[in-house]
């Protein structure tokens, strides 16, 4: 399996974009694959879009996959990435060789969870979501101590997307199943990373995981909150590589 490529799908309300800062020390080791979802980054929404789901978004990676002429990757996601992954295990498992879950958890939405991105959702689609959106969310995703230039690119991130995305991505996230079945099922080498501060999905939510799943590991990124790859980037890469290396090389 050491020639499997990577795919690392972005959280939410960002891009693929988010992954930049871990670029240059995974593509020197591994084949590295990060789209844009749909909705979000340059990949717009269908003309017909059904009742948001995360099984489509599902099925757009495994066209993907299928253009790509790849039968079986690694797969990675971050928090709305990884809800997409997971997804993903549900109607394709014999797609994935491997599992890297970094910031995200397996459980479905609280009702009062899932009734605020409902909420957050009519408002992007009526008002847009320039300034409240990073507002509202910036102080969840980054931790006290975030250099001010990581603050100003996640603001940037989250204000170049479509309010349409936006919205689409959180009524798909509210509406998702819990997860664990499918990850007490899957045998494939899986990394679970979390942010130390992580308050949106924190290190309880990760361990649980990894205890679900039958051949994991967890790392847990000293000082950093939700949005690990931005905040903790060498951190980040270096759990991947050394894991790849000891799980997918030689």
Same mark, same amino acid.
């Given at each position: 399996?050491?020639?499997?490529?990577?795919?690392?799908?972005?959280?939410? +309300?960002?891009?693929?974009?988010?992954? &930049?800062?871990?670029? #240059?020390?995974?593509?020197?080791?591994?084949?590295?694959?990060?789209?844009?979802?749909?909705?979000? =980054? !340059?990949?717009?929404?269908?003309?017909?879009?059904? *009742?948001? =789901? %995360?099984?489509?978004?599902?099925?757009?990676?495994?066209?993907? %996959?299928?253009?790509?002429?790849?039968?079986?990757?690694?797969?990675?996601?971050?928090?709305? /990435?990884?809800?997409?992954?997971?997804?993903?295990? !549900?109607?394709?498992?014999?797609?994935?060789? =491997?599992?890297? %879950?970094?910031?995200?958890?397996?459980?479905?939405?609280?009702?009062?969870?899932?009734? &605020?991105?409902?909420?957050?959702? $009519?408002?992007?689609?009526?008002?847009?979501?320039?300034?409240?959106?990073?507002?509202?969310?910036? +102080? &969840?995703?980054?931790?006290?101590?975030?250099?001010?230039?990581?603050?100003?690119?996640?603001?940037?991130?989250?204000?170049?997307?479509?309010?349409? =995305?936006?919205?689409?991505?959180?009524?798909?996230?509210?509406? !998702?199943?819990?997860?664990?079945?499918?990850?007490?099922?899957?045998?494939?080498?899986?990394?679970?990373?979390? /942010? #130390? $501060?992580?308050? %949106?999905?924190? +290190? $309880?939510?990760?361990?649980?995981?990894?205890?679900?799943?039958?051949?994991?590991?967890?790392?847990?990124?000293?000082?950093?909150?939700?949005?690990?790859?931005? *905040?903790?980037? /060498?951190?980040?890469?270096?759990?991947?590589?050394?894991?790849? #290396?000891?799980?997918?090389?030689?």
């Amino acid at each position: 399996m050491a020639d499997l490529p990577l795919v690392l799908l972005h959280a939410y +309300p960002f891009d693929a974009r988010m992954w &930049n800062p871990l670029r #240059e020390s995974l593509t020197a080791r591994i084949r590295l694959i990060t789209p844009d979802q749909r909705g979000l =980054g !340059r990949t717009p929404l269908p003309d017909t879009v059904r *009742e948001p =789901g %995360l099984a489509d978004a599902a099925r757009d990676l495994l066209a993907l %996959l299928d253009k790509l002429q790849l039968d079986r990757v690694v797969l990675g996601g971050c928090s709305l /990435g990884g809800y997409v992954a997971m997804a993903l295990l !549900r109607i394709a498992p014999e797609r994935v060789g =491997g599992l890297v %879950l970094i910031d995200t958890r397996a459980s479905a939405d609280s009702p009062e969870a899932a009734r &605020n991105r409902l909420v957050t959702a $009519e408002r992007a689609e009526s008002e847009g979501i320039g300034g409240w959106l990073a507002d509202s969310m910036l +102080p &969840n995703l980054l931790s006290d101590k975030a250099p001010a230039d990581v603050t100003r690119s996640v603001r940037d991130l989250i204000e170049s997307q479509s309010p349409s =995305g936006v919205a689409w991505a959180l009524r798909a996230m509210a509406a !998702r199943p819990d997860s664990f079945d499918v990850l007490t099922g899957l045998d494939v080498p899986t990394l679970v990373v979390v /942010g #130390e $501060e992580d308050s %949106l999905t924190p +290190p $309880e939510a990760a361990r649980a995981m990894a205890d679900a799943l039958p051949d994991s590991e967890l790392v847990v990124i000293a000082g950093a909150a939700h949005l690990t790859p931005l *905040e903790a980037p /060498g951190a980040v890469s270096d759990a991947i590589v050394s894991w790849w #290396e000891r799980r997918f090389s030689g």
